[in-house]
């Protein structure tokens, strides 16, 4: 209990004075509230405004709910897939590198113009921006596994089915979980975003309704609701991650 | 107890001498040879090297670092293939086949994700299934090294001895008659490597399996076998080829006595004059 507390007060109190030197910046420097708001207009505003904001926060969440487990889904089907299938892997890793490089973002509108402003273009998008970290992340897990391990397994006859799920998935879970925790806040950017580009509820459509009317302090409430939103899904996710390898070993410094 | 003491999937009558005269021999490796070949130089690491494990009998292997050992373990394993010679088991040629043998690698390498339980089942898991005698088996077995209420626990949580006990469990429940121990103790600091020695001794006595064992370690290696093959440097084939008379059951003090000592010199020259001819080349 102590050891958590020690872990969580150096963190704490960087924000505490992080926010002290905003508010201080604000009021000496008299900052207008359209081009900064203070911290302390922004807790007013979403305390003021929370029943405006619920809906819009559940719409996000709802929609990062629907993509980000199908875009987990086809991230661990291509890395499974390609694990399986060394000369798929050799044909199309470099093609799934290369593709990282188009912005989902310059994506957006071509998805639009196949998919319309429905819900199918929005999912493709967090599918997009997930998959990825997932599939890399799982890949490099699945192939490194243990030699000494890996010759046991041989030597007692082990069939490769065997060795795949006796071996190689099991020691592929720390780091499929380093990939989830990365896809888990891409998910929440990626419903932000799809929300951007077609929609008519959503944290994403709200700021930009915001944005358009000044509003900057309602804008930064939406920014605080999004971190939230990504905070909440990683510590799902790392629980999960605790009770799923419970075998390793934990550092304790 | 003598139902403990058993092995299952075997019935071993303790050290008959007609059956092992009779029936053809565990392990047979005759005539392999094996080169490596890296940035198109070719090495060769075994020549020629041919050896007998008879049924429930204790075999070393000696030699300096680098004489092809684990490789010669490969082979035996069908991990990998030779370029000349055959492996044959039980009158049986099996070159290049895997699961034949029972395996207990240098380190531990116990799966941390299995509790030390399953670990131990993990060879008969993979055979076939691990029903519910087995696994009681297993529970007593464990009970039987020492590691009684670590069942469920996780390799990390155990010693590296412990850990080194289990791993030898696992090799010596599986289902495969002839296990190959590939210098189980090196990793172990030098108390708990007598330990495990005479651990290791009084357990083989009580359970004769047939056992090929490679070490560095000489007085290891004559305390435990009843045959010992001392190997030469790069490329690795057999120089000598010692019998060991010491009855059994043996203890520990026989490594007092003067044939010991005999023995041990004889050996440990025979290891010098090849570690002195690898750093004059």
Known sequence: MRSTWKQIWPPLVAVVFFLAAWQLSVSLFHIEAWILPSPTDIARESSSNAAGIGDHTIATLRLTLIGFPIGTAVGLIVALLLHLLPWAKRALYPLLILSQNVPSIALAPLLVIWFGFGLLPKIVLITLVCFFPIAVATMSGLSQSDRMMMNYMKMAGASKWQIFTKLELPSSLPSLFSGLKISATYAVMGAVVAEWIGADKGIGYYMLLQKSAYRTDRVFVAIAIIVLLSLVLFAIIALLERWLVRWKPRRNS | ?281
């Open chain 2, 1 to 281: 107890m003598s139902e403990v003491t058993q092995v299952p999937h075997r019935n071993i009558e303790k050290s008959s001498p007609t059956l092992s005269r009779t029936a053809p021999p565990a392990l047979e490796v005759s005539g392999i040879s094996k080169s490596f070949s890296h940035r198109r130089r070719e090495t060769e690491v075994l020549h020629k090297v041919s050896l007998q494990v008879e049924q429930q009998e204790f075999v070393s292997i000696v030699g300096p670092s680098g004489c092809g050992k684990s490789t010669l373990f490969h082979i035996i394993g069908g991990l990998e293939s030779p370029d000349a010679g055959t492996v044959s088991m039980n009158g049986k040629i099996v070159t290049g086949q895997r699961g034949k043998i029972s395996y207990m690698p240098q380190q531990p390498a116990l799966f941390p994700w299995r509790t030390i339980e399953d670990n131990v089942l993990l060879a008969s898991e993979i055979t076939g299934e691990v029903g519910e005698q087995a696994r009681e088996e297993a529970r007593q077995w464990l009970a039987k090294v020492g590691l009684s209420g670590f069942e469920r626990s996780y390799p990390h949580m155990l010693s590296g001895g412990m850990q080194q006990r289990a791993a030898f469990l696992r090799a010596l429940l599986a289902p495969q008659e002839l296990m190959l121990l590939d210098e189980p103790f090196s990793a172990l600091d030098a108390l708990t490597r007598s330990e495990m020695q005479r651990w290791l001794l009084e357990l083989w006595e009580e359970n004769r399996r047939s056992v090929l064992f490679i070490t560095h370690n000489i007085e290891e290696a004559l305390l435990l076998s009843n045959r010992i093959y001392v190997f030469s440097g790069r490329p690795g084939s057999i120089l000598h080829t010692v019998d060991i008379p010491f009855p059994r059951p043996r203890r520990e003090e026989i490594t007092d006595s003067p044939e010991f000592i005999r023995l041990k010199r004889q050996l440990s020259q025979w290891m010098r004059e090849e570690q002195a001819k690898r750093t004059l080349t």
